[in-house]
């Protein structure tokens, strides 16, 4: 493929190049596509190092499944850099690293690790076996245990993405067990992932938890805030999202997964689509308003319908106030600590930035709902009435919601 520039390869690279490939994968099986930018002839080009040819593999377990682009910091770099390397050298800390174990909370980042192993153990002419422990709890239900992994004994690698969504059914142990055991004395390498580490009080067999108990298990974290904006960063770019700073700190302050934040993402990116006019260009942004509706209803089933207002009217009937005077102005004393607990229970229950909550108490800018959160923090340290108080209104909202 010649793209005629460079902000064309730049295009096609976020927009097009996934289903290119999965598409070429399909019908022709693994192959290398080259892609080649053509020597532009005009100084209106900027010089670039990416001129000339050069090749990249199709991705056969997708290709946005890289190393290269998986967000990390110094929290998970033990993680990271134990998967790359395991992926990287045949025989490195095979014997120590058998099986490999990646566990972590949803939406870690578990899945993009072990689909990156996958893409480079199969580059170096590995021959992979993965499959989710979804799909071969399915295969049980459907077909029985006879057939379970027929086809893992004739791979170099077995992954199972969700090891312990299969480990549910204790009568398919004893095939699990039976496949480690061949992949042991042949010496392959066996990768798995769970989103806790099994053990032998949830009746999973002692035999099956010695065996994972014998190799090397590193966890994922739930990724800091600065990964979090990173992510955000690189989605809505290649959405064409344009998020403030302020929309921007409340995503990532309320969702700490990246499943969660994508989720919300494609909302946006539904809702921007539904918003453009026939004939006119789909529009970027999205009002404030319209954010803060959107994310108000993208909060777990949980807390779906606890709201502001609620939190802002339970929190005056407890204390024999009205909700207008507490997104009010008034200053007196019983007010101002209303007004100061219920801004910290948005906070805490509904995790509202600081911008967010300036807006819901009467349009106050950020600094003032800071200053409210500290003064509120301070009060409840300090008083045990307002403790009990607090509790009890968050007990409240807690049972509306």
Request: aromatic letters at 8%; proline letters at 3%.
């Amino acid at each position: 493929m010649v793209f005629p520039h460079m902000f064309f390869e730049a295009w096609f690279t976020v927009k097009g190049k996934h289903i290119l490939e999965a598409g070429v994968k399909d019908l022709f099986g693994p192959k290398t596509i080259r892609y080649t930018l053509k020597t532009p002839s005009s100084a209106y080009y900027p010089a670039t190092g990416m001129r000339g040819e050069r090749c990249e593999e199709i991705y056969p377990f997708g290709a946005d499944f890289r190393f290269d682009a998986f967000l990390y910091n110094r929290k998970n770099a033990f993680p990271y850099q134990c998967a790359k390397e395991l992926a990287e050298n045949d025989e490195l800390r095979r014997t120590s690293s058998n099986p490999f174990i990646v566990w972590g909370e949803s939406g870690t980042g578990k899945t993009h690790l072990v689909r990156a192993m996958a893409n480079v153990m199969q580059k170096k002419g590995k021959k992979i076996f993965f499959s989710s422990g979804a799909e071969l709890k399915l295969q049980c239900a459907r077909y029985g245990n006879a057939g379970l992994m027929r086809n893992a004994f004739d791979a170099d690698a077995l992954i199972i993405d969700g090891l312990d969504d299969l480990l549910t059914l204790h009568d398919v142990h004893e095939h699990v067990l039976s496949i480690m055991d061949a992949f042991t004395v042949r010496n392959k390498q066996m990768i798995f992932t769970v989103q806790r580490l099994p053990d032998t009080e949830r009746n999973v067999d002692i035999r099956l938890f010695d065996r994972l108990e014998q190799g090397l298990a590193v966890e994922l974290l739930k990724p800091d805030m600065d990964i979090r904006m990173q992510h955000v960063a690189r989605r809505t770019s290649a959405r064409g999202i344009r998020l403030n700073k302020d929309q921007t700190f409340a995503l990532v302050h309320r969702f700490t997964g990246f499943r969660q934040i994508d989720g919300v993402l494609n909302r946006l990116e539904s809702f921007i689509r539904q918003q453009a006019r026939p004939g006119k260009n789909t529009p970027s942004k999205i009002s404030q308003k319209d954010f803060d509706e959107l994310l108000q209803y993208s909060v777990s089933s949980a807390r779906r319908h606890l709201t502001s207002a609620v939190v802002i009217e339970t929190t005056a009937n407890h204390l024999s106030l009205s909700p207008a005077d507490i997104i009010g102005d008034k200053r007196n004393q019983d007010i101002s600590k209303a007004r100061q607990l219920a801004m910290l229970l948005c906070r805490e229950l509904l995790h509202c930035s600081y911008p967010e909550l300036g807006r819901i108490f009467g349009g106050k800018d950020h600094s003032t709902a800071m200053y409210s959160i500290k003064k509120a923090k301070q009060l409840l340290e300090d008083n045990k009435d307002a403790r009990i108080t607090y509790a009890d209104i968050m007990r409240r909202c807690k049972e509306r919601g």
